[in-house]
């Protein structure tokens, strides 16, 4: 149930925003408040799976090859302890966001984030970079709810609610 209200909410607010189902606001309007998807980790998890699936079919040969080698280290790194993995997957979350500052492909660099997500879902940098990626590429009410899911987690850190409440601004909430 709660991942095809992502489906639905995920493919009408696409859809909206290419202006190709203008006519549907008032049905995405009733998802995004009467069908609330909660902010938790499973909701954050089953989206990121969304990612995937659709940002493979656009991702270009380059992109492609990243990605692969990306997965085939993680898979690699997995198998040390739990410290050098941690250590490990901030180096990557690292090189993506540099990626993000320099304007590279979004499309990689969501599905590449989000196969972070897959990997260690309890990652809160990994998260936080999913929410940036999304933020980034104007999918507003998907950051919406990774950037809830964080700060949720911690209320207490400024840069959660920086980043909710800029998500927050750009929904006009």
């Known amino acids: 149930m709660l991942e095809t209200l992502i489906l639905i909410n995920y493919n009408l607010t696409f859809m909206q925003k290419k202006r190709l189902l203008p006519f549907f606001t008032c049905l995405c309007f009733w998802l995004n408040t009467m069908c609330q998807v909660k902010p938790d980790l ?9 990612y995937i699936r659709d940002g493979e079919k ?17 898979n690699t790194v997995k198998t040390g302890t739990p410290v050098k993995l941690r250590e ?3 180096d990557l979350v690292n090189k993506l966001t540099i990626a993000l500052v320099d304007n590279k492909s979004t499309d990689g660099l969501t599905v590449a984030s989000a196969y972070l997500i897959q990997f260690d879902s309890t990652n809160l940098r ?17 950051a919406s709810l990774v950037f809830e899911y964080i700060y949720n987690l911690d209320t207490t850190a400024v840069s959660n609610t920086l980043s909710l409440a800029n998500i927050y601004l750009d929904l006009n909430k």
Request: net charge positive.
């Open 88 to 90: 490990n997957i901030n």
């Open 126 to 142: 990994a998260e936080k970079l999913f929410g940036a990626v999304l933020h980034t590429t104007f999918r507003i009410q998907d």
């Open 58 to 74: 656009r991702l270009k040969d380059n992109d492609k090859a990243t990605v692969q080698q990306m997965k085939i280290w993680l």
């Open 42 to 50: 499973k909701a954050v998890v089953s989206l990121s799976r969304l």
